[in-house]
């Protein structure tokens, strides 16, 4: 049976000359590697050494099997990784100028147009920059691998690194590559954000709340158990006592808001939203309604004898209007909130005069931007609060109860349910393994954990980079 050996000296004696620097086993296997149907007769092993050592021992060489490879070297193996890590990193350079160009164009549409402007910019800035950092890993493969075969081994060297035929197929092997990593890149995209809106989704199952507090709880780590409640707490805690220090470092000196202007920009707004109010129409009424609360606002203790608002009241009248206008749940037997009813008109100037008092102390004169920051996320974490562990005395004693036998019920639910399913259709861990999978997803601490890590960033950058990642693994070993 001919041997590598055999074919290599029949190549170096067609092309004389252009494969000194290689062995006649080398240029064997390369060429084999390169037409394997053409040469299926040539058999041999792969090294010299072992080529050797069979010829002694006068044994024929194995023929080798369909479908055989000849295995890479770790030269190879590492170049051909080359393209997906340059795609990872053009995919993550190019989010950023992406999502500046996405969100200068978006600023027609205003603070909602340039957020979403920018989050589209980023993920087609990621995905054009995986696709030029593809071709130019590609294009750099070609010159660590197929070039230097030319130069010392001549052109049947050159074909068997596996070089393209002409600059037109070099040229479309580097674009057919940038579009693979293109693709990778928007795949990663695709299991990111999913994973992001499965976890929403998984916390608004558990929590039984509307889309925001769901995305308050996840934002803020909140797990739905006595850990959780005590974790929002402090966060609340901590951002009160943040707000406090800045308003006071920033009253400084005796300085004030004027409170006629501050009633006068209240009613006004008042009065425009009752104008549009189905449930509280700008009648006369409601007219009477309000001038009784701007009176009550300009004669209070704490106004009245200078007609003017410090700092600290200013902010603790905010934080009072904030309570006062947050929706009071009670939790009906079956676990869903039902919000109690309060009077619109002064539910619609409490809610106005929070947000002209948060503007006037957020104005860059006054406290700052940072305070109008900080105070919104405040707002969001005691509404999460609210909708989650409403008071005793909103709710009563039965709906307490009832609120705490709900996790008990929803946990022995899913863990039955669980193990029928499991018993039925032949799941991995069977029943018992349904039944704890169930029990995982029917109790409300266990799906706000699930919900909070599809939704960590960690996992999703995982999932980002995970096509690229597989694919230049799996290219080591082709």
Known sequence: MATLNDLGKKVKAKYPG???GLSDLEVGRRVRAKYPDAYTDFGGADTSRVMVSAHE???PQRKPQPGETTPLSGYQRATNAIPYVT????SFAGGGPGAVVGGALGAFGGPPGVAAGAAAGRRIGSTLGADVGGQAGEAIRQLLTEVPALATGGVPAYEAAGGPASPTE???RIADVGQEQAQLDAFGQVLG????YIGKGAMQVAARVNPEIAQT??????QLSNWGKRKIMTLINQSATKLRGMVAGAGVGGRTLTADRVANEVEKRTMAELSKSSTAPANEATKKAVATLKADFVSHPDVAPT???SFEKAHQFAQSAGQEIQPKYVRMADGQLAELPTDPVRRIWKAKENDVLQEALGHPAAVGPDYAATNAQTSKLIAAKNAMWPEVDQMG???EVVRRGIPLATTLGGAAAGEEVGRRYHTPGGPIGGALAGALLGSPAGMSTLALILSNPALYAALRAGPQAAGGMLSAHQ
């Open 217 to 222: 709880l996840i934002d803020n780590g909140i």
């Open 57 to 59: 021992r006068g044994k």
């Open 18 to 20: 252009q494969y000194e």
């Open 170 to 172: 070099a040229y479309q």
């Open 87 to 90: 795609g990872g990193i053009g």
């Open 397 to 399: 004693s039965g709906a």
């Open 307 to 309: 007609g003017r608002i």
């Open 193 to 196: 954000v999913g994973a992001k």
